[in-house]
Every structure is written in structure tokens, then in C-alpha cells.
């Protein structure tokens, strides 16, 4: 059986979607079979995929969308593929709450310095210890710290990620996030995962992605 991964948010803008496609990408790319699933009408991924064919160099990744028995479909493709990427709306949902029955791995995301989205966070965080308190208590969740400064001397990133740590009330946040480079947002909206995509500057958003996944134990 395959593992599913989803992205949850209750807000919008936070790049949970841009994330999701690089991952399943570097998952295609190190030689598993990986599809995504679209619960979110939206429609981010949809948007993604239908970009991608516009290159006839990218290969085709399996989409597959459902906004009704979101647990039954998204184990029916873990049985068919090593992992599902799995996206949903950026708002509590009944999309969203399904999603959450059937995750084995689950991230959202923060920007540190965007103190406001500390409240929406945690309202999110409660309603994910409550799926593993109760439906889905295998699951295994994380906040990632994204669009980060890649200024070595920003220190906001490192304290958010001590403060979230030292407070048991919250999800574990790993070592590794994601910084605000160009590379992220280009490769998107190509169509690509960051390791498709060429900066032309060595792409260190490549190593961000391949090292969340190992220190998560996605891969």
C-alpha cells in the first residue's frame, strides 16, 4: 500500500499547492510511481496539470480529482501507486475534514513574519490533533516553515520554529523549510517541479524539497 500525503491549510496563499507539486515531482524522479489527487474545487493542481501538457518534454502524472468519499478514493490509489499527493481546499471543508480520516503523512505551512496567520494556524492544528486523537491516529503531521528569507542574517524563521517546538500544543516543525526563491513560484506555473525547472543557479529549491522528504520520512 502506497502512502498518502496531503497539504492542508485554512487559509489560501500559504503554497501549500506549489509545494505539493515539486514533492510528487521528486517523488516521479527518484523512480516512484506517484499521482495526484484534487479535493479542492479550486482547482490549483487541475490548473498545474493542464500547463504541463502545454510541454510536450514533461511527462504525464496521473490526476485523478473527488469531493465526495475522499478516504475511499485516495486509498484506492494508494493500493495503485507508491504515493498520493493529495490537495485540499484552504479552508475547514468537509473536504478537508474527510481528507484528514485517511492521511498517513500531512504538512501545511506558515510564513515566518505573517504573525496574523498564527491564529488560522492553530485553529487548523486543533482540528488535526482531534483526527489523531480519534479517526486517523496514525497520521503523522508537520508544519513547514515556507517562502522563508534567504537572508542569513533573518533570524524569524529559526525562532518561530524554536517557539513552535517548545509548545507542545502545536505539530513538530523540521529542520528543513522552504525559502522564498524564484525557482518555487517559476516552476509551478510552468508546469514543473523544481527539478524540472533550470534557474540557471545551481536551483538549491531542488535540495530543499529531496531533504524535507527524508527528514519527514515521506522518503
Known sequence: MGKIITVAGHKGGIGKSTVLCSLCVCAIRKGKTACFLETDSQG????????????????????????????AMARKLAARF????????????????????????LFTFIEPGAGIEINTLGRLVFDIKTAQAGVNPSMKAWIVLNKC???????????????????????????Q???????????????????????????????????????????
Open 177 to 219: 523549510r522552504i525559502y522564498m526563491r524564484t525557482a518555487h513560484k517559476k516552476a509551478y506555473n510552468s508546469g514543473m517541479g523544481v527539478h524540472e525547472y533550470d534557474d540557471k543557479r545551481g536551483n538549491k529549491a531542488r535540495g530543499e524539497i529531496e531533504l524535507l522528504l527524508k527528514e519527514t520520512d515521506v522518503m
Open 44 to 71: 490549483s493542481i487541475k490548473d498545474f496539470i493542464e500547463e504541463r501538457k502545454t510541454n510536450e518534454r514533461l511527462s504525464e502524472i496521473p490526476y485523478f480529482e473527488c469531493y465526495t468519499d475522499i478516504p
Open 149 to 175: 528569507s534567504t537572508n542569513p542574517s533573518d533570524s524569524e524563521a529559526s525562532e518561530l520554529r524554536r517557539q513552535l517546538n517548545d509548545d507542545p500544543d502545536w505539530l513538530p516543525v523540521p529542520r
Open 82 to 105: 507508491d504515493y498520493v499527493f493529495v490537495d485540499t481546499p484552504g479552508m475547514k471543508s468537509p473536504a478537508f475534514v474527510k481528507a484528514l480520516s485517511c492521511a498517513d503523512i
